[in-house]
């Protein structure tokens, strides 16, 4: 984990000079995902993701609130936002870093029909537009799948501190190979009580590229109290840079239902241009199941979330069990 954090520390450093210049918000945030949360150790195995967000325009109160632009890394991708948000926006920066293994991590050769080995590391920039009851994102990531991700050193150290299996199957992970992958999403705020304790969000994203593409949808349900700021935070969860977020002493409860169509992803189907590990078959649509809660609190705020990416009857249990994990959150403003 050494190298993610000290790769975060200069991005943030470099991020943060800028934000100064221009007067923004900005807040922070750590996200790990782990299958262990579950009882689970194979599949999606880990992810650590560490972001810095710049946002502004947000508060209807402060009509001189600077709003931040978009970077170049999501210029290509603006022709496709809607010219009618003015209700702010937000600019996410996040470096992050997952790993996906076989069902059996104490076999120095695995199954070759399984899940490879494989680990990723990367940078994403997310750029979400506010207006009304309609938020829009686009992002760009980029980065290295393989040895360069440092996988195994990362899942064979935490495993040694929590005293689990050593995983012996690394020599066959994927082999180096950069990767991208763009995106394009919305969610709309359906309904809300005048209370505004109570919502009904909708939400449609795609994405394409080498590391990943896919279309998905979802319904979420939340109930707590103040939830009209936080829904554009929902837009942060395909991306895996963050969880749904609670803002300005908010609390909520969330239930999402979500479908989902995958063309490729470079974590079963192996490297793109050489020849490596992959899995034979594997089912490409999903229904999920995510429940989880949030709460802020002054300038931090916490979302802990266990989430079952698959739901399908005709799937097999096996595969099921491996889409299964937990993820928890931790933000602050800075």
């Known amino acids: 984990m050494k190298p993610l954090y000290s790769v975060g520390v200069a991005l943030f450093a470099a991020l943060s000079c800028t934000v100064h210049a221009d007067d923004y918000n900005y807040s922070i945030s750590g996200t790990l995902d782990n299958d262990s949360f579950v009882g689970e150790d194979t599949g999606y195995t880990n992810g650590v993701s560490l972001a810095l967000y710049e946002y502004g325009g947000l508060n209807p109160n402060n009509p001189d609130e600077a709003t931040p632009e978009e970077t170049f ?66 992002h760009t990531t980029v980065g290295i799948v393989g040895p360069a991700a440092l996988g195994e050193q990362s899942q064979k150290t935490v495993h040694k501190i929590m005293g689990a299996d050593d995983p012996k199957g690394w020599d066959y992970q994927l082999h180096n190979e950069p990767v991208f992958q763009v995106g394009r999403g919305r969610v709309w705020r359906q309904w809300a009580t005048n209370a505004d304790d109570f919502d009904v969000l909708t939400t449609a994203y795609a994405s394409a590229g080498t590391l990943r593409s896919s279309v998905n949808s979802s319904v979420m349900v939340r109930y707590g109290r103040d939830l009209e700021n936080s829904y554009p935070s929902l837009l942060l969860m395909s991306t895996r840079t963050s969880n749904p977020i609670a803002v300005e002493k908010e609390w909520y409860v969330y239930a999402e239902l979500k479908g989902e169509y995958v063309f490729n992803q470079i ?10 590990r992959s899995m034979s078959d594997y089912e490409r649509d999903f229904v999920g199941l995510n429940l989880g809660a949030s709460y802020s609190w002054g300038g931090g705020s916490i979302t802990f979330a266990i989430n079952h990416s698959d739901l399908m009857p005709h799937h097999s249990e096996q595969y099921q069990n491996r889409t299964q994990y937990g993820t928890l959150t931790l933000a602050f403003d800075i």
């Open 267 to 276: 974590f079963t189907d192996g490297n793109t241009f050489r020849n490596s």
């Open 73 to 138: 890394w999501v210029t290509p991708l603006m022709w496709s936002m809607p010219r009618s948000n003015h209700g702010g926006a937000i600019n996410a920066y996040s470096i992050g870093q997952s790993m996906f293994t076989p069902d059996d991590i104490t076999v120095e050769n695995p199954d070759p029909d399984d899940v490879p080995y494989s680990a990723a590391l990367t940078f994403t920039n997310t750029y979400i537009t506010v207006g009304g009851n309609q938020a829009d994102a686009v």
